[in-house]
């Protein structure tokens, strides 16, 4: 969203305005061995702001679609040998085969949306330096379930997904009690499933109701919807054109 006019504003004003800096003290290892280039880390990390509250009153009702740093001209041939997406929202075409086309960007916005509706992010993959493609494919699978050929040599399942798995009863239970669900089953049930689940649960004596974040209606709607765009398959995901004829879009909730 638009923030408003920030130019002019000297630093007591804007901190009235944004609140105090959260910061975060950067400790650096005696190995670290600094180069001319890069001769030290900086002090300490600011953090991002969290909107809400006072600061709301910051933000136009207005939407800004920012940062094209990675686009490029879909005729491009060939196309780029690196498209700069993050993990959290790269589709699988592109993680294990370096390969996109405009359903990458699909894919891509199923996880925006998701974000944007629930304040968490859909996939949050373990990321050090470098991507483990088996890291990215346990985290996809526990919602998406089994990958097509040939992406299942990265898939593997755990010893204990048989006692985690649920039934169709029991998946049914709890929908306005106090039921925590995990992520198991059949794929737009799943999505269904982590859409009702509250993301600071525990897991043990769960106390919350179901639909937390988002009413039951609703949910049905967007786990469509979701469904639909996170296909594995380029070729099975809906185009832009379709996207914006979904029931999700049409209706007011």
Partial sequence: ??????????????????????????????????????????????????????????????????????????????????????????????????FGSTAMDIWSLGCTLYEIRLGRRLFNVFQLVGLRKEDYMDEISSILGEPP???????????????????????????????CVGPQGERGRSIQNKLASCHDCTGQGCAHPRFELISKPEAATFADLLERLLRYRPEERLSAQDVLKHEWFCTQY
């Fill in 1 to 98: 969203m638009e923030l408003k006019d920030l130019d002019g504003l000297d630093e007591e004003q804007l901190l009235s305005l944004l609140g105090e800096p959260e910061t975060t003290q950067v400790y650096t290892r005696k190995d670290s061995r600094p180069t001319p280039e890069v001769p030290y880390a900086p002090e300490y990390l600011v953090y991002p702001l969290e909107f809400g509250g006072e600061i709301d009153a910051a933000i136009l009702p207005c939407a800004q679609v920012i940062d094209f740093g990675q686009s490029f001209d879909t005729s491009q041939r060939p196309p780029p040998v690196a498209f700069g997406i993050p993990a959290h929202y790269a589709a699988p075409e592109i993680v294990f085969d370096s």
């Fill in 149 to 179: 050929t040939p992406w299942t040599q990265y898939y593997s399942v755990s010893d204990d997904e048989s006692e985690n798995d649920m039934s169709q009863n029991d998946l049914d239970l709890g929908d306005d009690g106090d039921t």
